[in-house]
């Protein structure tokens, strides 16, 4: 949020630089992000009548005006329409330089001489208008320099991040204002206190809050004779300078107090809100599908959830967010009605988020502001209006059930010591809290203290505490040695296992995504994932159960926007989506992600931890990509040092995301860990990929109970070794690991590994090629030894599968 420099000047009296004011607050209270000097470069400008125009003999569209700035008169060529004879105007003189660039020279404008420029309000760096020359105030003076009359001065704009633990009572001017004179050991002279309501009962307007937990507090103003018009130019240079655009003195005036005492307001054109000839407010909640037209001219469909501002009939705003366009001011408003209110800070950022509404009012609201505010922003903005707009103020309806009060904390003064480590004498701690607005009441080394309405913050006496720690200066506290043993924290095993795993898998040539733990409605459609029991889809001990029909995801509440509506239960859908994105600037990648699934499990929330691996080859590659990253699994495996003897890939019926005939279950012993396999292309259809892709999905935290296991070490092969090659043909349903299995069933001791190099698919067959390594671990193996069990394996292999041995 931005801040004026000039503007906290004026509530605190401070005498501090920019820098200084910037120094002590990010030491004491809040975090500065930048500070940019604001200079109105514009010296050169003086205040000029106008006493003549004529046509321009040789250009439709220019005139030709004279000029008064005091000491003489300029003859000044001139586009503008909105001028006229008597008028005060900011004029630029030969040699001034203007904030937008450009420097005013003497010049011949279609064979007329022009000794200057008339000024509009975006040329002064005033605005952005430039519909027509900036008209002055007809009591300014001639030939005195704009930037003095105008008032202008330069300024310092601080970007202050505000947290939601200060937002509460630093999300103003006077918030922050306040700061600064208790920082410098002042009491603050803002007369805060002195805003009260007035006496004065509208006979005009009635309020009624039907939802009172939503609305606690509904403050309404009746102001008659408005003037509408543009706002004096300080008031503008505020705005701007907070980063609000000027419309009008009323809008401008609502903005002006939001931003000095963070209350947000509105106000009501009274002749278009009036009801049968009477002017009520009635807050109340939506009905379903109810519509409203905002200011922004965006159509809302609104639910019972939402709260709306109504004359009983029409719905006027959306409370706590924005006004309807109906309701709006214009030129021709004699008659406000001013809003100022208290809604409830959850239902307003529930409205806001489902909405797509973000407002400055909205903002504020939804961090929870004092109901008590709001008195003090209707006293302000009619002291504010009345000098503005000539308002006058026909009553006020004050509409408060359960006033809010002071919030009375116990302290113990011993104990502030001990949690500071810091020895503040008590008469200090005492002060700190009264310039903070605190009233304590002293009992021995006990104190009670009255926190102020404003700072909802201030709960228990550990925020009193704190509060005395940073304004007494947490610099000020001296360092000292600990008196007591340093245990270090306990390693949380699985973190650093899973930075681990992210790590080998980077050493691989992957690189790390970070996704949001939640996916679209269409997602879990798109991966199968709406028809699936989640047992499924994680790594389980059990054998898969049935599928069920439309499993229920967890659902957000409020969610971010309808591509964040559920839970997710896979990693998977948000890796597509990476690749997806990441296939319109590379051909082939690899990626991965660690990361949470979570599942309903009788009514409870289960959470799996997983590592999930994608990679998409090149196109004349396609071929090898399953078979690519199962060689990364096992070596990744390999590296967390389970046994590869322990490790297989068994082929299973696969849940939909799945290829059927390209997928299968990573086991270690009879274990199953995860999953890999290539991705259904009716899936990668969806996601418009029009590569094969391929997923390994393992179970971190089961990787993580298996590696842990006592590993036991071989001694090196002291002898030769033995390879030989077979290649055999398979129909049907062969596996893999059966092939495997029977080899080393058969080999016994004497196979040391059995490897596949190759297999091929055509016509319902399969072909097979594998490298069998033979030795002994006493001696060195014949050729014969190694011919014999080669002759049982092909034999084996040739009655229990089925198989064509190749010779």
């Excluded at 543009?230 to 000027?246: A, H, V, Y």
């Excluded at 109906?326 to 529930?350: P, Q, W």
């Excluded at 009233?439 to 080394?445: P, Q, W």
């Excluded at 559920?566 to 319109?584: F, G, Q």
């Amino acid at each position: 949020m931005k801040y004026s420099y000039n503007w906290l000047k004026e509530l605190s009296d401070t005498k501090l630089s920019p820098e200084k004011v910037r120094e002590l607050l990010t030491m004491h209270s809040l975090e500065i992000e930048g500070m940019e000097e604001k200079k109105w470069n514009f010296d050169g400008v003086v205040v000029g009548k106008i006493l003549e125009i004529r046509k321009h003999p040789n250009a439709d569209k220019l005139q030709l005006t004279k000029i008064d700035i005091g000491n003489k008169k300029l003859d000044i060529v001139c586009g503008a329409k909105n001028i006229e004879v008597g008028q005060k105007v900011p004029v630029a003189l030969v040699g001034a330089k203007l904030p937008n660039g450009i420097e005013i020279k003497e010049a011949e404008i279609r064979g007329e001489k022009s000794f200057g420029m008339l000024c509009a309000l975006d040329e002064l760096g005033l605005g952005t208008d430039h519909s027509g020359i900036f008209i002055l105030d007809s009591k300014a003076k001639i030939g005195e320099p704009a930037k003095k009359y105008l008032g202008v001065e330069d300024d310092a704009i601080f970007e202050i991040k505000v947290l939601p633990d200060r937002a509460h009572d630093v999300i103003s001017h006077v918030g922050v204002a306040r700061e600064i004179s208790v920082l410098e050991n002042r009491n603050f002279e803002y007369d805060f206190d002195g805003l009260k309501l007035p006496s004065k009962k509208s006979k005009k307007l009635t309020v009624k809050i039907e939802d009172k937990k939503l609305c606690s507090r509904y403050i309404g103003a009746v102001m008659e004779n408005v003037e509408i018009k543009d706002s004096p130019s300080w008031m503008k240079q505020r705005l701007e300078s907070s980063g609000i655009r000027p419309i009008n003195n009323v809008v401008d005036a609502t903005n002006y107090v939001m931003l000095e005492l963070g209350q947000p307001l509105h106000a009501f054109n009274a002749e278009k809100i009036s009801n049968k000839n009477k002017l009520q407010i009635i807050v109340r909640r939506a009905k379903d599908k109810e519509k409203l037209v905002l200011l922004d001219e965006s159509i809302l469909e609104l639910n019972n959830s939402d709260l709306l501002i109504t004359n009983g009939e029409t719905p006027l705003a959306l409370a706590g967010i924005m006004g309807g366009k109906d309701s709006g001011i214009n030129e021709n408003t004699k008659t406000i009605i001013l809003e100022a209110a208290n809604f409830d800070a959850v239902n307003v950022r529930r409205s806001r988020t489902r909405l797509g509404v973000k407002t400055e009012s909205s903002d504020r609201f939804e961090k929870e502001i004092d109901p008590n505010l709001a008195e003090k922003a209707i006293v302000r903005i009619v002291e504010v209006l009345e000098h503005t707009a000539s308002a006058k103020l026909e009553g006020v309806i004050d509409v408060y059930p359960n006033k809010t009060k002071p919030c009375k904390i116990k302290l113990d003064l011993e104990y502030v010591n001990n949690l500071l480590g810091e020895n503040i004498p008590k008469k200090d701690v005492i002060k700190i809290l009264n310039l903070l607005g605190i009233k304590t009441n002293l009992s021995g080394n006990k104190l009670i203290a009255e926190a102020p309405t404003y700072r909802v913050d201030l709960k228990t006496q550990e925020d009193l505490i704190e509060e005395i720690g940073r304004i007494w200066g947490y610099e000020k506290i001296e360092p000292r040695p600990l008196v007591e043993s340093v245990i270090p924290a306990k390693i949380n095993e699985v973190l650093s296992f899973e930075r681990r795993l992210g790590e080998i898998a980077v050493g691989f040539g992957f690189d790390e995504m970070y996704n949001y733990s939640f996916y679209s409605e269409m997602d879990a459609k798109n991966c199968g994932l709406d028809g699936i029991h989640p047992m499924d889809y994680v790594a389980s001990q059990q054998p898969p159960k049935a599928v069920v029909h439309g499993i229920k995801h967890f659902e957000l509440s409020s969610p971010m926007n309808p591509d964040q509506k559920h839970v997710r239960v896979s990693l998977i859908p948000n890796i597509l989506k990476n690749i997806k994105t990441n296939l319109k600037n590379f051909e082939s990648f690899n990626i991965f992600e660690i990361g949470k699934t979570y599942y309903p499990n009788n009514n409870a929330i289960e959470e799996k931890r997983m590592l999930v691996m994608a990679q998409v080859l090149e196109k004349d590659k396609n071929a090898e990509t399953f078979y690519n990253l199962k060689g990364t699994a096992e070596n990744l495996l390999e590296k967390l040092g389970v046994a590869g003897d322990l490790v297989s890939i068994m082929e299973t019926k696969s849940p939909r995301t799945w290829h059927p005939s390209r997928s299968a279950e990573i086991l270690i012993g009879e274990e199953k860990i995860g999953m890999i396999g290539e991705i259904n292309p009716l899936v990668l259809g969806k996601y418009k990929i029009g590569k094969r892709v391929a997923i390994c999905e393992l179970d971190t935290e089961k990787l993580l109970k298996i590696s842990q296991k006592e590993i036991v070490y071989k001694a090196l092969q002291k002898f030769p070794t033995i390879t030989r090659d077979i290649s055999m043909l398979a129909k049907g349903e062969t596996k893999a690991i059966e092939i495997q299995k029977l080899i080393k069933k058969i080999g016994g001791n004497l196979v040391l590994s059995v490897e596949m190099f190759d297999v091929f698919f055509k016509d319902g067959v399969t072909s097979f090629a594998y490298h069998i390594e033979f030795g002994a671990s006493e001696r060195t193996l014949e050729n014969k030894e190694a011919d014999e069990v080669m002759g049982k394996i092909v034999s084996s292999l040739e009655k229990e599968l089925k198989l064509e041995i190749r010779k």
